[in-house]
């Protein structure tokens, strides 16, 4: 038998991204598990305060797990719904459990909700894929379950594919929706506040998707299919980022964008510079930043790369031009083989990505995937989104 030893961890599951996303939703929020498969949730993926919201767990015993124990599991929903009405719909997510006992969520979604009167949906999770598979199919599923069609408002503008597990905290957006909401814009999605179903069902009014992770292009394609509502894949890093993001909301919006804010974001002018960096992290925002770099730092060579497994659900996020640039690693051994043999002058990403660097004299400029390590540097003290995203790059690249 041969062991193969890693230096860095799992990233976070799929149903911890399920869970992720209905954060913010007001939803009776069920993990059909033994139990266990919550430790990773609360313990280190989820990092804000999971007491704000109707998440619970089940506990089944080990026989129960075995055997699947649907009525067991029905009754519990059914006692935990009437205890918490103010729900809006009921979400069960899957686990190992169901997956590999070939229990029927779907079934017991169905029952609940007629025995409620409430909508419930089952997410087909298994804690098999990582958690952008899971983000991506439940943005994809509360879509199609719930979005209705609306009169087009050309002062919205929704943000997709925001989970803490690829940006980190919903504070790092700020500057973002204090812009957003300077042109006049309303923001449908807003990190920084709840939604309930009415606020989500109102996106199909919005006149752009700004999707800012890889994971939720798959809604954003959804939307235009059905809605007509165009998107753009795009975090707004560092100067360069907040140019782009006005340059397409002139495009598509009837607000007039004026020069009071924009100022703050005109080129850099920076020399080109002959420094070689390497971006790791998530795919849209490692190309974003690689973008980042070459317009605000005059970066000629800036590579983005991303350590995950492609899924094939998610095929048609894949062939994004928005990522055409990435390069994928699906090992870590070969991503840090690689890394020796490049010899880049500078490498962005998570902390623990720098175990993999064997160079001594490199630039290492740390920005925390939560996906990845977890809460564990969540609290770093670091920016990306437009003035104060170029300010934290600026301290390590310089100026």
Known sequence: MTMKLTRLPSL???YSGACSVLYAMQALTLLYSPGGCSSAIIECDEIRDLRQTLFFC??????????????????????????NRQTEFTAIIGTPVPALTGIDIGAVADELSRQTGLPAMALST???????????????????RFLEKREKK?????IIGYTPLSLGSPAHLAELIDE?????????????????????????????????????????????????????LHVPIGMWGMRRLFKTLEAVTDISLGRTSRNQYDQTGKALSA???????????????????????GLASVEPVSLIKTDRRMKSVYQEESLSSVR????????????????PDIVIGDPL??????????????LPHVGLSGSMHADLNYEFIGKKGYDYLAGFIGS
Request: overall charge negative.
């Open 58 to 83: 089940s506990k089944l015993g080990e026989l129960e797990a075995v055997m699947g124990a649907a009525d067991e599991f029905l009754l519990q929903a059914q006692t935990l719904w009437a205890h």
């Open 353 to 366: 990505y720098q175990t993999l660097v064997r160079q001594k004299n490199i630039q290492y400029v740390p």
């Open 126 to 144: 298994e804690g098999f894929r990582d958690y952008y598979s899971g983000v991506h199919q439940t943005l994809l599923d509360l879509g199609k």
């Open 180 to 232: 957003l909401e300077a042109c006049g814009l309303t923001i449908n999605g807003s990190p920084l506040a709840k939604k309930n179903l009415g606020d989500f069902k109102n996106m199909s009014a919005a006149a752009l998707n700004i999707v800012v992770s890889h994971e939720g292009a798959g809604l954003a394609q959804y939307m235009q299919q059905e809605y007509a509502i165009p998107y753009v």
């Open 154 to 158: 050309n002062n919205q503008v929704n």
């Open 12 to 14: 976070a599951s799929d």
């Open 275 to 297: 420094r070689r960096a390497v971006v790791i992290g998530e795919p849209l925002f490692a190309s974003c930043i690689a973008a980042c770099l070459q317009n605000d730092f």
């Open 328 to 343: 994928f690693f699906t090992c870590e051994h070969s991503l840090a083989q690689w890394l020796g043999e490049g010899q």
